[in-house]
């Protein structure tokens, strides 16, 4: 199935995705990245979405991307190591949109650094970037948001994972599931959500960066005997924005395949 389309469940919200543009070096065979699948599908089932980006000319291209396809976005740039440049980046995307139904948290980093070879610096860099400015855009944007609103963070099931031996990341991740139940009980007196999607092995640009680095990163037999795509995980963030799942709060939803589960491909017989 291709899930790149869909139908209209999401006409008229009005959404923020941070961490929405793509690299500037794009080859025809790269696969879509996280943050622009999920620009691009919302867009597609009829949201107004504001892509936000480090890169301006990143976050420009995925608004393009909607554009050619019908759709609407406005593009910003935002660093959100920068405090100021999250409070910037909510008032932009209220006044380009409008008003602010959901937030899709997507911004991360990894310096794949091994424990022994952390730094203050290193662990900081990390943290400060997929922990702290969650917080930061959560703080800044939740007493702003319509009333029913949702907030989608992602994450990966390095959170649960000591084997890429990369615990700067995995910490930052394990953070999350803490930080979405904290918005979760913020948000509970005006109705807005917010949960998780706790990725595995996704085909993305950051995705085989990741294996580029550590070979054996998916070298044992993979669910379905396959990475997953951007699209799927732009699904189920779709999901957890919607109305359909008004009534799911506060969880960890693996995107996965089963990854974290125990289950792979098993071998023919």
Partial sequence: ????????????????????GQGGDE??????????????LLAR?????ACADRSGAAA?????RIAADGGRAAAIEADVSRTADIHAMIDQAIEAL??????????????????ARLTEESW?????????????????????MTEGGAIVFVSSVAARRPNG??????????????????????????????????LGLIDTPMGRAASAARPDRTSAPLPFGRQGTAWEVAAAIRFLVSDESRYVNAIELPVDGGLSAGIQLAPRA
């Fill in 1 to 20: 199935m291709d899930l790149s389309r869909h139908g209209g469940t999401l006409a008229g919200k009005r959404i923020l995705v941070v961490g929405g």
């Fill in 27 to 40: 080859q025809m065979d790269e696969p879509a990245g996280n943050g622009r699948a999920a620009c691009c």
């Fill in 45 to 49: 089932e009829g949201a107004h979405v």
């Fill in 60 to 64: 420009q291209r995925t608004v393009a």
């Fill in 98 to 115: 409008g008003g602010l139904d959901a937030l899709v948290l997507n911004v991360g980093i990894s310096h794949r650094l091994p424990l």
């Fill in 124 to 144: 900081d860099a990390v943290l400060g970037i997929n922990l702290k400015a969650h917080m930061l855009c959560v703080q800044v944007a939740l007493p702003r």
């Fill in 165 to 198: 031996r990369n615990p700067a990341y995995e910490v930052s991740k394990a953070g999350l599931g803490a930080l979405c139940r904290a918005a979760a009980l913020e948000g509970q007196p005006s109705g807005i959500r917010a949960n998780v999607v706790m």
